[in-house]
């Protein structure tokens, strides 16, 4: 009986169906995981655990349609890299208040580029219960692709204020990005082939203990929330509709 209504839904299938399972399409493709950053640090970060729609999650925090798995689809996994987003970096708000600077370390986030987590952290990748990366300080040697040139806006942001008498005067204001050259991102050679249901992991942690935000006068958990994320970037394979 089992076997007569695996035939009828294979014939039906090849003849009605929506998508043909004896084609297959390869997509170039890229899945991403942000997760907060908190303040106060954390011995350990997850990503790809949440999909979008469930409680304070949204598109632009990932787009991966099951928690763990790519669902339905097969991908073939060719580059590894890490982004930090920070909806507001005021560098602005390194101005003069009263006559006194206010401090790089908290007012810049630069401070936690040069001296706090970028400088720190292990991402490791599994499959099932195999490892198969570990990138120490992935944000230095995993960093995103994109353009290939870097470029620095902190002199179109000076402070232009007149400085007087006895009083600091800042013209140079810290602005430090990740490298943004795709010869730099973290390569998986040889590539790797996650099939459809597959379980996966991937997490950040601090061995050595949690790393606070520097930059705590600017990174709010709530207001301005500091996302760190983990974009896969390859092909993605699924049957031709």
């Known amino acids: 009986m089992g076997f007569q209504s695996e035939s009828i839904i294979s014939a039906a299938s090849q003849k009605f169906g929506v998508i043909d399972y004896s084609r297959w399409q390869a997509i170039r493709w890229q899945w991403y995981s942000y997760v907060t950053y908190p303040t106060a640090g954390a011995s350990e970060l997850n990503f790809f655990g949440q999909v979008a729609g469930q409680a304070g999650v949204t598109l632009q925090d990932t787009n991966l349609p099951k928690a763990g798995s790519f669902g339905q689809t097969h991908f073939q996994l060719k580059s590894i890299s890490t982004d930090i987003q920070l909806a507001n970096n005021n560098l602005d708000g390194f101005t003069l208040a009263n006559g006194v600077a206010n401090t790089i370390d908290t007012f810049a986030l630069a401070s936690d580029f040069l001296n706090g987590f970028v400088q720190a952290g292990v991402l490791e990748f599994s499959v099932g219960a195999r490892p198969f990366a570990t990138i120490p300080k992935p944000f230095m040697y995993a960093p995103p692709p994109g353009n290939p040139v870097d470029y620095d806006n902190s002199y179109a942001n000076q402070i232009g204020a007149v400085p ?50 520097i930059a705590n006068a600017l990174v709010n958990n709530t207001t301005n929330p500091l996302k760190v994320g983990v974009v896969f970037d390859g092909l993605l394979l699924r049957p031709v509709q």
């Open 164 to 213: 007087t008498a006895g009083n600091p005067q800042v013209v140079g204001l810290p602005w430090v990005t990740q490298t943004k050259r795709r010869d730099n991102v973290y390569f998986v050679d040889p590539n790797i082939l996650i099939e459809a249901e597959q379980q996966f992991a991937v997490k950040l942690s601090f061995p050595s203990g949690a790393v606070p935000v």
